[in-house]
């Protein structure tokens, strides 16, 4: 084989390698469907959660509930200890609702109420990337906690959404969301989520705590979220109606 044509073989082959190298790269939309992944695993389940709170320094004493969740769409959270014991939350679509104890009806909550507090949590925790953003991906990849992740840039998909846009950080070796930043429709950030730990269940991948910081309030408090039991379970849609869950 002359060298002209040995070269040329070797020229065609790294053309192709280049090439599969790019087919194979994932674009902004495989990336945020790869981001769902873990909120996914389970269609139906029960899922056992324990959330703390630190302010100024000091951590509260944690609390739990149940998240009793159905599809992308169906969750009710039931507070089983600390000061929120008996309390409940509501949510199918858009639509939530509070129940305290000793309540004959459930509470509505208006998206612009759930923006501060507690209540914004559960926004966060059920976000699905792939149905609310559109995204952009950045051309440089940028490390979050000692991991090369890709960085996408979002907008939401629907006017009037909670959160306008944001970035998201997603880890380039598994694909999985290690940061967050969301923020308002006017532009202004409100929360700051890092996605600490993932873990195994079932054959699945899931996630086992995250941390959220509210950066619309004084002092950015931090609630930490727990997933330490997820389990599978077939859900009767009564529970997921306001008069259902004041019952349950």
């Not at 192709?16 to 389970?42: I, K, T, W």
């Not at 609702?97 to 059920?126: C, E, H, K, N």
Request: hydrophobic letters at 40%; proline letters at 4%; glycine letters at 8%.
């Amino acid at each position: 084989m002359s060298d002209r044509r040995s070269a040329a073989l070797r020229l065609a082959a790294a053309v192709l390698a280049v090439a599969a190298s790019v087919a194979a790269a994932p674009n902004a939309d495989d990336l945020l469907r790869m981001a769902d992944r873990p909120r996914e695993a389970f269609d139906e389940a029960v899922i056992s959660v324990r959330v703390s709170v630190t302010e100024n320094g000091q951590t509260t004493h944690p609390a739990e509930f149940e998240l009793y969740k159905k599809g992308d769409d169906k969750g009710l959270v039931v507070f089983t200890a600390g000061k929120q014991k008996g309390r409940k939350i509501l949510t199918v679509g858009d639509d939530f609702w509070l129940i305290v104890p000793g309540s004959s009806r459930a509470i509505p909550v208006s998206t612009s109420q759930r923006l501060i507090g507690g209540a914004s949590i559960g926004d966060v925790a059920r976000l699905r990337f792939s149905r609310e953003f559109e995204a952009k991906l950045e051309p440089q990849p940028e490390e979050v906690n000692g991991r090369s992740c890709d960085v996408l840039d979002l907008t939401a998909r629907a006017a009037g959404a909670a959160y306008g846009s944001g970035k998201l950080w997603i880890d380039r070796q598994e694909h999985l969301p290690r940061r967050a930043i969301l923020d308002l429709a006017s532009g202004k950030p409100s929360k700051d989520v890092l996605f600490d730990r993932y873990d195994r269940e079932s054959g699945k991948t899931v996630l086992r705590s995250m941390a959220v910081r509210d950066l619309l309030s004084s002092g950015h408090p931090e609630t930490r979220l727990e997933y330490f039991r997820y389990r599978k379970a077939q859900l009767p849609d009564s529970i997921f109606t306001t008069n259902g869950a004041l019952r349950f």
